[in-house]
């Protein structure tokens, strides 16, 4: 997989799970099968969307081999990485490897704060021992990618494997600018915080693998498509939907504010504990922010 390949909207798709927590596949093959029928540009599993925190590793090869089959090299397919340790991620990245993943977006060990030299071996180990290349998830606030690091990994590809970064809440706008003019020739950068989308593609990020391309993919492929046909204003009014919904769900307990999005038009179960509640009432406001959006969607 190569920046080229990492361009436009890629669904951060969900983990169904049975009541009992165990894996749905069958659902997780319909959630695949929906958005490929839509134009989507690739697709991702056991991101933070998709709740790769939860997901051992074993879970993780399962997600992406019956993902991988689904799309059936129609378009890319990406694993996500989540772990503390670079020995974890370097067996879920050779899991996602042998199950058919294209490419491992990884996100900064979270728990503890580590150098950007360990940083920059923690690509670089992952990338050589799974023969991927790697994509930078940038969302950790206290263990972010800074742009010098992102400079060096892209300076250093042979080593890193570094294809792209997702842009989220770990970095900014002014990082995602910075990035965009500094590295954009070399790897592709893309932007994924839900309540902006449009400024961050506006500026000329060139994608993106956000929750809300899995709750609203029509919304954020008509902001993409916009913004490529220069139609500013319809991009805008698309993103001010795209803002309703995530608002409703909160940045409080995401999983499961992400699992009753979809929940409302397809089945994907709870998400795992302790993150498989929400008040009913808030239910309420994200069913009905979803419908907002998709009546306003129809209406342009």
Same mark, same amino acid.
């Given at each position: 997989m190569?920046?080229?390949?990492?361009?436009?909207?890629?669904p951060?798709?969900?983990?169904?799970?049975?009541?009992?927590e165990?894996?749905n596949?069958? #659902?997780?093959?319909? %959630?695949?099968?929906?958005?490929? &029928?839509? !134009?989507?540009? @690739?697709?991702?599993v056991?991101?933070? +969307?998709?709740?790769?925190?939860?997901?051992?590793?074993?879970?993780?090869?399962?997600?992406?081999?019956?993902?991988?089959?689904?799309?059936?090299?129609?378009?890319?397919?990406?694993?996500?990485?989540i772990?503390?340790?670079?020995?974890?991620?370097?067996?879920k990245?050779?899991?996602?490897?042998?199950a058919?993943?294209?490419?491992?977006?990884?996100?900064?060990?979270?728990?503890?704060?580590?150098?950007?030299?360990?940083?920059y071996?923690?690509?670089?180990?992952?990338?050589?021992?799974?023969?991927?290349?790697?994509?930078?998830?940038?969302?950790?606030?206290?263990?972010?990618?800074?742009?010098?690091?992102?400079?060096?990994?892209? #300076?250093?590809?042979? %080593?890193?494997?570094?294809?792209? &970064?997702? !842009?989220?809440? @770990?970095?900014?706008?002014?990082?995602? +600018?910075?990035?965009?003019?500094?590295?954009?020739?070399?790897?592709?950068?893309?932007?994924?915080?839900?309540?902006?989308?449009?400024?961050?593609?506006?500026?000329?990020?060139?994608?993106?693998?956000?929750?809300?391309?899995?709750?609203?993919?029509?919304?954020?492929?008509?902001?993409?498509?916009?913004?490529?046909d220069?139609?500013?204003?319809?991009?805008?009014?698309?993103?001010?939907?795209?803002?309703?919904?995530?608002?409703?769900?909160?940045?409080v307990?995401?999983?499961?504010?992400?699992?009753?999005?979809?929940?409302?038009?397809?089945?994907?179960?709870?998400?795992?504990?302790?993150?498989?509640?929400?008040?009913?009432?808030?239910?309420?406001?994200?069913?009905?922010?979803?419908?907002?959006?998709?009546?306003?969607?129809?209406r342009?």
């Amino acid at each position: 997989m190569t920046k080229d390949d990492m361009v436009g909207i890629f669904p951060p798709v969900v983990t169904p799970f049975h009541d009992n927590e165990e894996i749905n596949l069958d #659902a997780l093959r319909r %959630e695949v099968d929906y958005y490929l &029928t839509l !134009e989507t540009t @690739g697709i991702c599993v056991g991101g933070s +969307t998709g709740e790769g925190h939860a997901l051992n590793s074993v879970e993780l090869g399962q997600i992406t081999k019956a993902a991988n089959e689904q799309i059936g090299g129609s378009v890319p397919l990406l694993a996500g990485i989540i772990t503390m340790t670079t020995r974890d991620a370097v067996e879920k990245g050779k899991r996602a490897a042998e199950a058919g993943a294209m490419g491992l977006m990884i996100t900064p060990p979270a728990y503890q704060i580590a150098s950007d030299d360990g940083l920059y071996d923690f690509y670089a180990t992952i990338h050589q021992e799974t023969g991927l290349p790697t994509m930078v998830y940038n969302v950790n606030v206290n263990v972010p990618v800074k742009p010098d690091l992102m400079r060096r990994m892209a #300076a250093n590809q042979s %080593e890193t494997g570094l294809f792209a &970064t997702k !842009e989220s809440i @770990g970095g900014s706008l002014e990082w995602l +600018t910075e990035l965009l003019e500094t590295v954009g020739d070399q790897i592709s950068v893309t932007w994924a915080t839900d309540w902006t989308l449009y400024p961050g593609l506006a500026l000329g990020a060139t994608g993106s693998i956000s929750a809300a391309g899995a709750i609203l993919p029509r919304q954020c492929l008509a902001i993409w498509n916009a913004i490529q046909d220069g139609d500013f204003e319809t991009a805008q009014r698309m993103n001010v939907l795209v803002l309703g919904v995530s608002n409703a769900i909160s940045r409080v307990n995401w999983p499961a504010g992400v699992k009753a999005a979809i929940n409302y038009r397809r089945g994907v179960g709870k998400a795992r504990a302790p993150f498989h509640t929400i008040p009913a009432e808030q239910v309420k406001r994200i069913c009905a922010a979803i419908d907002h959006a998709d009546a306003e969607l129809e209406r342009r």
